[in-house]
């Protein structure tokens, strides 16, 4: 159910992109569409009992030897890590795509003087 | 001899951030070690053919770690991307002398080489995200690198589809990691062998096809294809055109739907639609251009849709069960098609490049009996006109053959007739570029121009001997086993995949 609510403020994203004649206004539904994407996968490692879950660190009790086995119980608590990897990374590459973006969009309106799509199309056939 | 396969990614990478260093006074060093490390990488992606390697990255193995993947397929897509890399790093040698900050360019450059072969060598689907976008976010800035409206205006838009695109791409690794629990492609084709298909896959598979083929330009995804490839400067317009759409869009996609997520009929239908109808939109749209690029770049859309065709059309007798000859028959012609679109179109937006800084125009109307004027561009573009628009003996003459021969065979005498009909609107606007650009009269203001020689008619000339022999790739037996036969199983296996990437870890016994 969360997850189609996630697909929702996707959607709500690919929307504003589509509709929106402002730059900015379309710079700002990609970001919305990158948010429901990391949001959708932080909630692939969520667990459905919060007040069991742990953070995925094994610390001195949850370990059984010094070889540093992790306990059961442990493994079926713990969320699941990969997916905040996985968010890390992909909100880094978003921070360096929207400077781009942001950057395009100030030298456009350095030259056309507006920000309105519809009034910049040299571009056509 | 056994090369590190992350020596392909450190190499371009490493350079790309070191460039930038030596300043101004070193210019001449900077542009001579790019090429240099272009060269290597030639060198590197000719010697890794017929190779079979999986790289463990930091000694985690396959369900834990990174891996990255040698296979037929992708050792065709390395050559193919470091041969078009090495003759636009020569070309614009000269040609980026228009522009300021070159060291700045090169190591964009660089960036954009890494991530392609990121993307192909990856074994894992995050990490080929993640090298899609730093060969993407290194294009969008060389899109706009002249900084004038038409290169902002074309970047913006490349941009906005593009980061589109990306997103899709995101949210397709994230449904398939949420319903197999893995990211690595071996493991998941693994998983998709066992359980078959289930409804999140077949969703995850929807938003790969709508992400790569926007990174592909298909056409009802194409709509910044023809504004961003025109507005670069001719050698990014070459690497563009030539090698990102395919490792971007077409790799990625056919890795996908053959070895990971396995085919369906539907699928492959979903291919031919998608091939047909960028072959035929986008040579009627190109036949009305009078911009010499923008009527190369809708070129790259109908050629990419015969690429398409032919895997969608493997993809279909294989699914079908039909004979497995005739599918890789299929696969042969769209992967050859993809080699030669690389090299012919590369040397025609070189040429079109040359004839631009030669005159300051690209409007076909404004040029004429530049034949004379402009000798090596013009042989050179002839013989890549005859290529594309597949006149025997050139390459594309091969591939498109080879096509219509899949075709007939598989019954399917409707793509057939499709593939020679837009051959022949194909040589139509080519023989238009031809009469306005080479022949007829001389304007009385281009009477003086002349032909810059040197490194970038040497590229030129580089593209054109290899149009005119790579022929020799399907003729010759011992070069097609080796470059295209290899290609072929790598993806005709399917599953397979997953058993050759985890027997060959363990045989690497890490």
Known sequence: MLYSLCFLLFMIGLYCVLVKKNMIKIV???LLMEYAVNLFLVMLGWRKLAEEAVAPIAAGGDLLDKAGTVSQLFVSRAVDPLPQALVLTSIVIGLGSLALMVAICIRIYEKYGTFDITKIRRLKG | MSI?????????????????????KFKGFASLAATVVIAVLLVMSILSFGRFDVYIVGRWTIPLGINLVLDGLSALMLATISTVSFTAMLFSNRYMEQYTSKNKYLSLFLLMVTGMNGVVLSGDIFNLFVF????SIASYALVGFGCEHEELEAAFKYMTLGTVASMF????????????GSLNMAVISRYVAENGINTGLAFALALFTTGFGLKAALVPFHAWLPDAHPSAPAPISAMLSGVLIKALGIYSLSRVIFNVLGISVQISWVLI??????????????????????????HSISQMGYVILGIGMAALILSNGGNPAWASLALLGGLFHLMNHAVFKSLLFLTSGSVEMSTGTRQLKELGGLAERLPVTRSTCTIASAAIAGVPPFNGFWSKL?????????????LAAVTVLVSIVTLISFLKVQRYVFLGELPENLKSTAEHRGLMACAMILLAILCVFMGALVIYEPFRVVVLDNAVNALSDGFAYAGKVLSAQILTGQ
């Open chain 1, 28 to 30: 700002i539904g990609i």
């Open chain 2, 4 to 24: 590190p396969l992350p020596l392909f990614i450190a190499l371009p990478l490493a350079s790309a951030f070191l460039l930038p260093l030596c300043g101004k």
């Open chain 2, 132 to 135: 899609l976008e730093i060969a």
């Open chain 2, 169 to 180: 791409v995101l949210f397709g690794v994230g449904v398939v990691y949420g319903n197999t």
């Open chain 2, 273 to 298: 639609a998608l091939g047909v109808l960028s072959m035929v939109i986008g040579v009627f749209l190109a036949v009305g251009q009078w911009d010499f690029k923008r009527l190369l770049a809708y």
């Open chain 2, 402 to 414: 080879i096509l219509v021969i899949a075709a007939v065979q598989a019954g399917l005498y409707g």
